[in-house]
C-alpha cells in the first residue's frame, strides 16, 4: 500500500511546489475569468448570471493550464524516469491529477470570494456543498486536461486544442446562455456536453433558481464523467508502447 500511497504523494506534493514558485499563475487563471464576468455581467446587467459559468471557467484554466507540466515534464525527461520506476502507474496519474485538481480548486475557491459582488449570498453551511462540488469539477477537467496533455508534443498543440475543443465547450454549456432558450442543434450539443452539467451543479449549490438539468443528474454525470477520464488516464499511461516514451 505504502508502494502506491508515497508515489502519488509526492506527484500530488510536487504539483504543489511547483505552483507555489510560480505565484503569477493565480493572476493570470483567475484574472481572465474574473474580467470576462465582469464585462458580460455588466452588460447586461446580472452578474449573478454569469457567476457559476465564470467560476467553472476558472477551474477549467487552472485544472489544463497545471496539465501543461506533463508536456514539460516529457521533454524534460521527468516523465520518462517516472514511468520506468517501480511505483504503479495508477499512482503517478493519480498524483499528478491529484496534485492539478487541488490547485483548481483552491483557485475556485479565491474566486467564490466574488460572489457577494454578484449579489450571491452563501449560507456558512451552503459553502461545504460548493467546495465540495468545485472539487469535483476539477478533478473532472484535471482528467481532461490530462487526456489531452498526455499526446501532445508541445504545448502550443496543446493550446490550440483547448482552444478548439474547450472553449467552444465552455461557450454552449450553460455559461451564456440557459438550455431553455437554446434552439435546434445547439439544444442538442448543450445535452451532451458534460461540462453543461458541471455548470448546472453549481448553479444548484450556488441556489440559482430554474437550474437544468437537475441537481443529482448533474451531480451522477459530473462524478461519471470524472471515473470515466481517470480510467482513461490510468489505460494509456499502464500502455507499455506510448508516445511518452518513445
Same mark, same amino acid.
Given at each position: 500500500?505504502?508502494?502506491?500511497?508515497?508515489?502519488?504523494?509526492?506527484?500530488?506534493?510536487?504539483?504543489?511546489?511547483?505552483?507555489?514558485?510560480?505565484?503569477?499563475?493565480?493572476?493570470?487563471?483567475?484574472?481572465?475569468? +474574473?474580467?470576462?464576468?465582469? %464585462?458580460?455581467?455588466?452588460?447586461?446587467?446580472?452578474?449573478?448570471?454569469?457567476?457559476?459559468?465564470?467560476?467553472?471557467?476558472?477551474?477549467?484554466?487552472?485544472?489544463?493550464?497545471?496539465?501543461?507540466?506533463?508536456?514539460?515534464?516529457?521533454?524534460?525527461?521527468?516523465?520518462?524516469?517516472?514511468?520506468?520506476?517501480?511505483?504503479?502507474?495508477?499512482?503517478?496519474?493519480?498524483?499528478?491529477? +491529484?496534485?492539478?485538481?487541488?490547485?483548481?480548486?483552491?483557485?475556485?475557491?479565491?474566486? %467564490?470570494?466574488?460572489?457577494?459582488?454578484?449579489?450571491?449570498?452563501?449560507?456558512?453551511?451552503?459553502?461545504?456543498?460548493?467546495?465540495?462540488?468545485?472539487?469535483?469539477?476539477?478533478?473532472? +477537467?484535471?482528467?481532461?486536461?490530462?487526456?489531452?496533455?498526455?499526446?501532445?508534443?508541445?504545448?502550443?498543440?496543446? !493550446?490550440?486544442?483547448?482552444?478548439?475543443?474547450?472553449?467552444?465547450?465552455?461557450?454552449?454549456?450553460?455559461?451564456?446562455?440557459?438550455?431553455?432558450?437554446? !434552439?435546434?442543434?445547439?439544444?442538442? +450539443?448543450?445535452?451532451?456536453?458534460?461540462?453543461?452539467?458541471?455548470?448546472?451543479?453549481?448553479?444548484? =449549490? %450556488?441556489?440559482?433558481?430554474?437550474?437544468?438539468?437537475?441537481?443529482?443528474?448533474?451531480?451522477?454525470? =459530473?462524478?461519471?464523467?470524472?471515473?470515466?477520464?481517470?480510467?482513461?488516464?490510468?489505460?494509456?499511461?499502464?500502455?507499455?508502447?506510448? !508516445?511518452? =516514451?518513445?
Amino acid at each position: 500500500m505504502n508502494s502506491w500511497i508515497l508515489p502519488a504523494a509526492t506527484l500530488w506534493q510536487r504539483e504543489l511546489v511547483r505552483f507555489w514558485r510560480q505565484k503569477s499563475r493565480v493572476l493570470g487563471v483567475v484574472a481572465s475569468p +474574473l474580467v470576462f464576468w465582469l %464585462l458580460i455581467g455588466s452588460g447586461s446587467n446580472d452578474l449573478a448570471r454569469y457567476y457559476s459559468g465564470a467560476l467553472v471557467l476558472t477551474v477549467m484554466f487552472s485544472a489544463i493550464f497545471s496539465t501543461i507540466s506533463i508536456i514539460e515534464d516529457r521533454r524534460e525527461g521527468f516523465l520518462l524516469s517516472m514511468l520506468v520506476s517501480p511505483a504503479p502507474r495508477t499512482s503517478l496519474v493519480l498524483g499528478k491529477i +491529484l496534485g492539478s485538481a487541488t490547485l483548481a480548486w483552491l483557485q475556485g475557491l479565491i474566486f %467564490l470570494c466574488f460572489a457577494p459582488l454578484a449579489g450571491v449570498r452563501i449560507a456558512p453551511l451552503d459553502l461545504i456543498p460548493v467546495a465540495l462540488a468545485i472539487l469535483l469539477i476539477s478533478f473532472t +477537467l484535471t482528467g481532461l486536461g490530462f487526456v489531452i496533455a498526455w499526446r501532445m508534443e508541445s504545448t502550443a498543440g496543446f !493550446h490550440g486544442i483547448m482552444n478548439l475543443l474547450l472553449v467552444p465547450m465552455w461557450m454552449v454549456s450553460g455559461s451564456l446562455f440557459p438550455m431553455a432558450t437554446a !434552439h435546434g442543434w445547439v439544444r442538442v +450539443l448543450m445535452r451532451v456536453n458534460p461540462l453543461t452539467y458541471s455548470i448546472s451543479l453549481m448553479n444548484h =449549490t %450556488l441556489g440559482m433558481p430554474n437550474s437544468q438539468p437537475g441537481a443529482l443528474e448533474s451531480l451522477l454525470v =459530473t462524478a461519471a464523467f470524472g471515473l470515466v477520464l481517470l480510467a482513461a488516464c490510468g489505460i494509456m499511461a499502464a500502455q507499455k508502447s506510448t !508516445h511518452s =516514451t518513445a
